[in-house]
């Protein structure tokens, strides 16, 4: 197990590397259903501030 | 033939992209998720390490589909500019400018990945070999066609500004990729650097498969929301839009 | 006699423009400047070591030239574009295409071609070697259009805005990746007594290319930053 944690001595290379992998991964889905909640709820303050 | 053209353009008007958009990305999502973890897992536990560069080799499971979603992202964001530009088609705009971030950021990743990967390979985190230097000249491209697209106040104008430039450098990306070739292999000399996957081992190959393919899917599902959120942005004027922002509270 | 065709019109675009250059002769001569004092401050930077300076001499001058060359093209639409010339460009019965390809060869005579001219003088100064020379000189002479041409693109998509400088470079400098490989290659090849046919005809190739696709990406480019 500390074998496959340590990746036989590349570890340093190897974790870092999938973990930026994660890290994209997670900031595209993120800012992208971010983006997307933002534009519903900007038209729909846009809609509320011409019928009040 | 008119008729076939109106109903073409139906199909293709932001509202009934933003429906089919919103019900083909649960679908991408989950797939992509339930193949990621089947490739992570195959790459990272089952598939044998390299006899020459050990267990750095498992680093490809990362790099590989990070490199090819930079150009198949690419690919997509000047297809979709040319469909944008040639047929004025919306849709097509605001998913070419949609696909520049999420492209980039995977650019950006394989050139990380490709760097880490290289440092217990050939003792350097940055060594100009001909696939680092053509992937950081694709990430100037990409960030070249955000930054216009940004420049420009008129959005409809700024995608199409940004569409010429994309399909620009979409000319210039195989030249590029030629001509550093060359510049590569006439100054570098005999030293060989292989970032290449090692003769394909099938365990090897298919976590690979599945990275690349669970990546695609993902690079698909980012760009469909981010080119709905854009299209709502857009059309916000529209009825559709008021439509789907009143009717169900707002929810998709 | 009202002249009606295409190539009367370019003609005559390319006097206007030619005879405008001359008359603001103070400013052809800014890339010149601009290529001549940049090339000086690589020996002060790096050491008059000649055979250090005879090493980098070929990337120096074409990287200088190019960058030459991107300075200069701010000017090839705005003028027109600020008075409106840019939009009767648009409406004339001539193909928009031509006339961009003929603005842009007005600014290669009086940009790019100076600096084919002034390049083998300052490869003395950073010691290249003078079988080299020759092999400078044609490939700025093909590489040079090229970047003109390109660079022509990138400066009609942001024609509209109005502080254009770094976002240009960060545009067109992807762009000019591969003339500058080939032209850089074909310098160094010479100067180690190869020959640099094939760089030269590859540049030759981007050239035709360049020729033929840029002015209809230039056109396109004018059409939505004008309209």
């Known amino acids: 197990m500390s074998h496959w944690l340590a990746m036989g001595a590349y570890g340093w290379f190897v974790w870092p590397s999938y973990g930026i992998f994660a890290l994209v991964v997670g900031v595209n889905w993120y800012t992208a259903r971010k983006a ?12 509320e501030r011409e019928t009040t | 033939m008119f008729k076939l053209n109106r109903m073409f ?16 990305v649960p679908w991408l999502g989950w797939s992509c998720a339930i193949l990621m973890i089947a490739g992570l897992i195959g790459g990272l536990w089952y598939s044998p390490p390299d006899y020459q560069q050990g267990e750095s080799v498992r680093i490809i499971y990362v790099h590989v589909p990070a490199a090819w979603l930079s150009l198949f992202g690419y690919m997509f964001m000047a297809g979709a500019a040319l469909v944008g530009l040639v047929w004025h ?23 990380v990945t490709g760097s880490l990967w290289g440092k217990p390979m050939w003792g350097t985190f940055w060594v100009w070999d001909a696939r680092l230097t053509s992937e950081l000249v694709l990430l100037f491209l990409y960030l070249g066609v955000i930054a216009l697209y ?30 550093v ?6 100054h570098q000399g005999p030293t060989v650097t292989k970032l290449d996957a090692p003769s394909i081992d099938i365990r090897m190959l298919i976590p690979l498969l599945l990275m690349a393919l669970a990546s695609t899917l993902f690079f698909l599902a980012v760009v469909f929301t981010r080119a709905r959120a854009d299209l709502v942005r857009r059309e916000r004027d529209k009825r559709w839009v008021r439509e789907l922002v009143t009717a169900d509270g707002g929810r998709q | 006699m009202i002249r009606r065709t295409a190539l009367h019109a370019c003609a005559a675009l390319l006097r206007r423009d030619l005879r405008l250059a001359i008359r603001r002769r103070s400013e052809l001569a800014n890339p010149l400047l601009f290529f001549a004092v940049v090339i000086t401050l690589f020996p002060l930077g790096v050491g008059p070591d000649p055979a250090r300076l005879s ?16 300075l200069s ?10 008075d409106g010339t840019l939009e009767q460009w648009l409406i004339s019965p001539h193909p928009l295409p031509l006339l961009v390809l003929t603005r842009v060869l007005a600014h290669w005579l009086t940009t790019g071609l100076p600096l084919v001219l002034l390049a083998p003088l300052l490869g003395v100064f950073l010691k290249l070697d003078p079988h080299a020379s020759l092999t400078l000189f044609w490939s700025l002479l093909l590489g040079t259009p090229v970047l003109s041409l390109v660079g022509a693109i990138a400066v009609a998509l942001i024609v509209g805005l109005r502080r254009g400088g770094m976002l240009l470079a960060l545009l067109v ?22 020959q640099p046919t094939g760089q030269l005809l590859l540049l030759g190739a981007l050239l035709v290319l360049s020729v033929t696709l840029a002015p209809l990406a230039g056109a396109a480019a004018l059409k939505i930053a004008t309209e």
Request: charged share 15%.
């Open chain 1, 36 to 47: 997307h909640r933002e534009a519903l709820s900007r038209a729909r303050r846009r809609i």
């Open chain 2, 9 to 24: 353009h139906k199909l293709l008007s932001p509202e009934s992209y933003y429906r089919f958009a919103g019900r083909l």
């Open chain 2, 89 to 111: 088609v919306k849709v097509a705009e605001s998913l070419s400018m949609a696909a520049a971030p999420v492209g980039a950021s995977f650019t950006f990743l394989a050139l």
């Open chain 2, 150 to 179: 940004n420049a420009v106040p008129d959005v409809r104008k700024a995608s199409r500004a940004a569409g010429i430039l994309a399909l620009v450098g979409a000319v210039n990306v195989p030249i590029v990729h030629y001509s």
């Open chain 2, 181 to 186: 070739e060359w510049w590569y292999t006439l």
């Open chain 3, 55 to 70: 090493g980098i001499a070929a990337g120096t001058l074409w990287v200088t030239a190019l960058l030459a060359v991107l």
């Open chain 3, 73 to 82: 093209l701010d000017s090839v639409f705005r003028a027109d574009f600020d």
């Open chain 3, 173 to 194: 400098l992807p762009l000019y990746v591969p003339v500058l490989i080939f032209g850089a290659g074909a310098v160094d090849a010479a100067a180690s007594g190869l």
